[in-house]
């Protein structure tokens, strides 16, 4: 029997006060499946990514991911801090990458002072350039340019 990357049995949510938005939804995926949910508005679309992403648990029957699979989700309508920009914003998705160029800086700088452990530098420094290479960090800057030029977004200065 094939082995499944997410599986679905007999899944049912009701949200208050008696609504019942799934119900007996079995499903099982493949590896590399392509799937795509279609339905009208209020019909549970978005319910059932929540699921699937481990995001809602509290619902009837059970939603079960491969071991060690790892399942994003992307709200419609996000969260944003007020207080941002929007390149801040924007950049908050990529932190890890930012931080890693961040932290990569420093260990560049660290290597002139009088007192730098080389072998420690080296190590750390090669951790954070997998880090960036792995998220094409090298044109992260060209990219976030290009996706904000496509979405139309406002200037990068301006607040959320």
């Not at 929540?50 to 399942?71: C, Q, S, T, V, Y």
């Not at 960090?137 to 301006?158: K, V, Y």
């Amino acid at each position: 029997m094939a082995q499944y990357v997410f599986t679905m049995n007999r899944v049912g949510k009701i949200v208050p006060p008696k609504r019942q938005i799934l119900k007996d939804i079995s499903l099982s995926f493949f590896p590399g499946a392509k799937i795509g949910v279609l339905g009208l508005n209020g019909s549970g679309k978005s319910t059932l990514l929540k699921i699937m992403a481990g995001i809602d648990k509290e619902i009837e029957g059970e939603a079960i991911p491969m071991p060690n699979l790892n399942i994003g989700y992307l709200p419609q309508e996000p969260q944003l801090d007020a207080d941002k920009t929007v390149r801040q914003e924007v950049e908050s998705a990529l932190g890890e990458v930012f931080e890693a160029q961040a932290k990569l800086d420093a260990v560049y700088a660290a290597y002139a002072e009088e007192d730098a452990d080389f072998d420690a530098l080296a190590t750390e420094q090669a951790r954070l350039e997998a880090i960036i290479a792995a998220a094409d960090g090298n044109s992260l800057n060209q990219q976030l340019e290009m996706a904000a030029d496509a979405l139309r977004l406002p200037p990068w200065d301006a607040r959320i």
